[in-house]
């Protein structure tokens, strides 16, 4: 059996986002790191103008087809994988942007549209 590892990777906001609410459950990506099930992928959300912006999500694979059993569908190399976010966070109630507790939500202030979004969830 492998071991069961952690796997840091980039991920763009569009994607970022579904992914970190819970209703993106695939990701597409080169077969270069050895995904098995069971495996964890630390998402780091990441933009190419800004880099790094500092969200990140962990979620676990939960399946995975490798290119060679996609009948043709899937370019050599690129794997499909199933993924599962144990603890999908919620948005914010007016502009849809992750609210990311402690990190640029001390006070209740949505990092992006300035509201208070704890207002909004009630
Ligand atoms: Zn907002």
Known sequence: MNSIR???LKILPEFFVPVWNGTKTFELRDD???????????????????GYTGRHVKVRV??????????????DGVCALGISNP??????PYCGYPLCGSV???DGICYKCGRDWKEGME
């Open 6 to 8: 952690m796997h840091e």
């Open 32 to 50: 270069d790191r050895d995904f098995n099930v069971g495996d964890w992928l630390d998402l780091n959300e990441w933009t190419e103008d800004g």
């Open 62 to 75: 939960v399946y995975k087809l490798p290119s060679g059993r996609a009948m043709g569908l899937l370019p």
């Open 87 to 92: 603890c999908p966070r919620r948005l914010c």
């Open 104 to 106: 640029s939500m001390p």
